[in-house]
Structure formats: C-alpha cells, structure tokens
C-alpha cells in the first residue's frame, strides 16, 4: 500500500523485500482467503477493537475501510462481507489479492528487489543516508519501515525491523505474541480436543479482578484454547502471566441467560424428563463430553436420576454453565501467533504523517509500531491505513 500511493504521487518507489516472493504472510490472512478488513465504518467504534487504538483515529478519517474496500475494487478485487463484518474476496483467495497488488506495483513502475537482505542502515546526524543491501546500496530522499513484528517468523516476520529502529535511535516496546492459543494447566483438557463452542463469554480474571472479556466462538486443543474469542484475550493473558500472576479464564456457556434464567430453564428439563439421568439432561446444554467434565468438576454422578436431584446440585450445575474455570500455564509463542503486540514506541511516531520524529525521513506502517487489533480484518486495515498515510505525508 506504502509503494503503490507513494508511485501514484509520481515519485519513483523501490520496494525491498528479503523473501524471494512478496507478501508470503498476506496468503495466510483469513485462513487462505484473506480477510481484507472489517466494514466498520464508525471510527470511534472501529478503535475500539486495536490496542492503542486512538492513535489510528486519523489515519483511518483518511484512508479507512471504505477507502480500502474502494481501492481493492478498482484494482480489481470483488469483496464481499460476511458474519462480523469480516470482508473478504469473493472468489475466497487470498492469492487473488496479492497478484491484483503486484499487478498494480508493476503498473505504477514500482522496482521491486526480492531476495535482498539489509545488511545495515546508515545516517548522518537525524537523516538515513543509505541502505546497506548485501552487493549493492539504496539511497533515497525518503525511507518507509514495514518490516511487520515477530509473528509466524517462517514467513519473514523475525524481527529485523525492531532492531533497525533500535539502530536508528527509536525504543521498542518489548514485543509479545498476539492473536495466539492458550495453554492450560488442567490436563483433562485433551479429552475435549476439537469441541467448538459458539457464542459464548470468556472473561480473563486474576487476583479476584476482571481485566478483559470477549464474545465469540472458542476451540479445545489437545494442549488447551483457541478460537476467536480466545485468541483475541490472548495478549491480556501473557501480560498478566508475565507479571507472575496466576490466571483464570472464565467460560459462560450461556451468556443469553443470567444466572437465575438458566437455573429456571434448567429445572424445567429436569421435570419434562424425570427419569432421565443428569448427563443426559446435561447434554441439551453441553456437548457430550464436556457435560461429562462438568459434571465431574461439579462433583455430580452423572447417573442420577433429574427426579433425585436436590437444590444444591441443581445451583452447582447452573453455576457451572454460567462460570466453568480454567487455568492458564502460557500463550503459545510466535511461531503460532497471529499478531505481535510491541514494536516501535508510538511516543515516536506522527500519528498523522507517520513520520518519524527521531529521524526526519524515516515513516513506519504495519505491525512494526506498538499496535494490535482483533481478529476480523483489523489488523489488515491497520497496515492499509497507515501505508497510505506514510506514502502521502508531505
């Protein structure tokens, strides 16, 4: 996006890219079909989803999601937007994206140079002066950082850009992985492996606090969580464990009802079917198995009879729905994270031009700044948005 606006202003554009092909890490956006943004188009609701959010607040009044959708329009990208407001293609292929891109480079006269790693960067005084490159050097009046953080280091994503900002005199807020898988502590979680749950509340909680929580679907691993909503409370949970503290998460299997709603709702399984035993009844609110882990949490025979129950294994039932407990051990690292939180110190940075304010022309776009965002196409956008912001500044 940062090549293609500044080629548009009529400055001649050299994108350097150390992979021997561009964008490998777009190809896994959207699980292959490359979700392109998320059509909210209310900005103060649309921050809501980033981690320092307020700091995008004019680079998405200028080129946010409709803009972004417009310009994969013209270039020849359909989208259309499903559940969420995620917009994807519509032929479903991330590959499709990134071909219409380069074709739109190649139409710009964009040089491109793969393959190319940067050896070092060299400055006099506030100003780059040069590109070390390994048989050759870069000079330029102006220098656009988008090297990305450290998530799914495979594709390229190792880092680099974090310790060339460093070299140039910037701090760099230590990264983290982001959008990324929990480890539990409990190990009966692997009986629960590839139990999908929709619509339900998970709530991060230490030291009797609630720091965060989030809607969606979640997914049991054979080592723990993933899933949207999980993934999207991951960054919280990592902080939280680095500083020592223990943490819970909390899942409400039935966030539609309140606790004595359920309870009600419950009670009324158990006399339509009064010789039906508990993890029957159980099931119409729980998969299987996992009524069956319930059920022994909650230190209930499974066999009983509903007709036998008392009121205070009904209460620990319903309780259970409306808070079932696990415990973190860790986040998974970067090579299964989805985003990097860290990165360049927005204290750093023009929050208008991204232009550097260390050194003079030097701009940054994407993952390398200290900004991460929900699943759903935000991050995307938060990389769109500020390439074009970079490219335009005067």
């Known amino acids: 996006m940062a090549a293609a606006q500044s080629a548009r ?62 310009f994969f329009n013209k270039i020849g990208i359909e989208t259309k937007a499903e559940n969420n407001n995620r917009v994807f293609p519509k032929t479903n292929r991330a590959q499709d994206v990134l071909d219409a891109l380069a074709n739109h480079l190649a139409e710009k006269n964009v040089e491109m140079i793969f393959g190319r790693e940067i050896l070092d960067i060299k400055k006099s005084k506030n100003k780059i002066t040069k590109i070390v490159l390994d048989n050759s050097e870069i000079v330029a009046d102006r220098y656009i950082l988008c090297t990305g953080g450290k998530s799914y280091p495979q594709t390229g994503s190792t880092g680099q850009g974090f310790e060339l900002a460093k070299k140039l005199g910037h701090t760099i807020v230590e990264p983290t992985p982001a959008l990324s898988p929990i480890i539990l502590k409990e190990e009966w979680v692997k009986d629960l492996q590839a139990i999908s749950l929709k619509d339900v509340c998970v709530s991060v909680l230490s030291d009797n606090k609630k720091y965060v929580c989030e809607n969606g679907e979640i997914i049991f691993t054979h080592f723990g969580l993933s899933g949207p909503a999980i993934l999207n409370v991951s960054a919280e949970i990592k902080k939280l464990l680095q500083q020592g503290k223990e943490v819970k998460i909390s899942i409400d299997l039935a966030p539609q009802f309140n606790q004595e709603e359920l309870l009600k709702e419950f009670e009324e399984y158990l006399r339509g079917y009064p010789k039906k035993s508990v993890k029957n009844i159980l099931s119409e609110f729980a998969q299987e198995r996992l009524a069956e882990v319930l059920l022994n949490i909650a230190g209930i025979d499974g066999n009983k009879i509903a007709n036998n129950m008392s009121k205070i294994e009904r209460c620990a ?78």
């Not at 259970?320 to 110190?345: P, W, Y």
């Not at 232009?355 to 994407?366: R, V």
């Not at 948005?385 to 005067?394: F, I, L, R």
């Open 9 to 70: 202003n009529r400055l001649r554009v050299i994108l350097r890219e150390k992979n021997q092909l561009p964008a490998t890490k777009l190809l896994l956006a959207g699980g292959g079909r490359c979700n392109l943004t998320n059509a909210e188009f209310n900005l103060k609701k649309l921050v809501k989803n980033y981690h320092n959010g307020e700091f995008l607040f004019h680079a998405f009044s200028v080129f946010g999601p409709k803009e972004t959708i417009e």
């Open 317 to 394: 039932i319903v309780k259970i729905l409306k808070n079932f407990e696990v415990t973190a051990k860790d986040v998974m690292g970067f090579e299964q994270a989805m985003a990097t939180r860290g990165g360049v110190s927005l204290k750093e940075i023009n929050h208008k031009t991204m232009q550097s304010k260390i050194i003079d022309n030097l701009y940054f776009a994407g993952e390398i700044i200290d900004i991460d965002a929900k699943t759903g196409g935000f991050n995307l956008q938060m990389c769109w948005s500020t390439g074009y912001a970079a490219a335009m500044a005067k």
